[in-house]
Structures are given as C-alpha cells and as structure tokens.
C-alpha cells in the first residue's frame, strides 16, 4: 500500500504561487504513476497533471491539464519520495481542494490515464485564490 500526505495549501491572492508538495510512504513500487486531481467547490474532481515517477522512460514523462499548462508544472523528488506540484500565476478558477495520488495502472499516452485508474489517495490540501 502507498499512504500519501499533501501539504501546502493556503489562501493566496491572484497571481500568487503555492508549491504543493505529497509525500508518499509504504511501498511505492508498482506504483509508476503519480497525480494531482482538484475538486473546485460545486465541481465534480478532475485532472490536474501526471507524471511517470519510474525510471527508465523514454519520451514525455508529465502531463499537465490544458487549464494549467505553462502555470503548473509537476516534479518528483526521488531521494525524498515527494512529488510536488508547483502553482504559479495562481486564478480564482484554480481554487479546490487538491489531492495527490498514486497508481499501480500505467497507460500510454499519459494522458489517457484518468480518475479511475489512481487507487492511493491523500486527504486533500485547501487552495484558496481570491482578493
């Protein structure tokens, strides 16, 4: 099993940046894939950015959602074993609660991986963007 623990969340104005970070422990093989997904309020979750933590791999390794894309970009810390979602240029619209999560299912093009194919979950970190 992976246990994962996001962190970082706060309220921060428009334009602002917040580095989300999710540490993952037990064990995290089998476990290739890793991902943020948000929940903005009254909206169903969905896909923020992918990335294949697994070495090995050739070609594009991340996927970031077009909403986010040149905003966010998502990395992975190997001797800490944290992946890490960094937000800049935040908007109001990027307000949601934000999960990380891990998945023992890879599926290529990346970004054909989706909601159902991540099976570890943390608990979920606040992003607030307003005035």
């Known amino acids: 099993q992976v246990q994962l623990v996001e962190s970082g969340g706060a309220s921060v104005q428009p334009g602002g940046s917040l580095r989300l970070s999710c540490a993952a422990s037990g064990s995290t093989f089998g476990h290739p894939i890793m991902g943020w997904f948000r929940r903005p309020p009254g909206r169903e979750r969905e896909a923020v950015a992918f990335?294949?933590?697994?070495?090995?791999?050739?070609?594009?390794?991340?996927y970031v959602a077009a909403s986010v894309k040149g905003r966010f970009t998502i990395s992975q810390d190997t001797g800490k074993n944290t992946n890490y979602l960094q937000m800049n240029n935040l908007r109001p619209e990027d307000t949601a609660m934000y999960y990380c999560?891990?998945?023992?299912?890879?599926?290529?093009?990346?970004?054909?991986?989706?909601?159902?194919?991540?099976?570890?979950w943390g608990q979920g970190t606040q992003v607030t963007v307003s005035s």
């Open positions: 999560a891990a998945s023992p299912h890879l599926k290529v093009p990346i970004a054909s991986m989706t909601l159902g194919d991540f099976v570890s």
């Open positions: 990335m294949i933590t697994a070495g090995g791999v050739s070609g594009d390794i991340t």
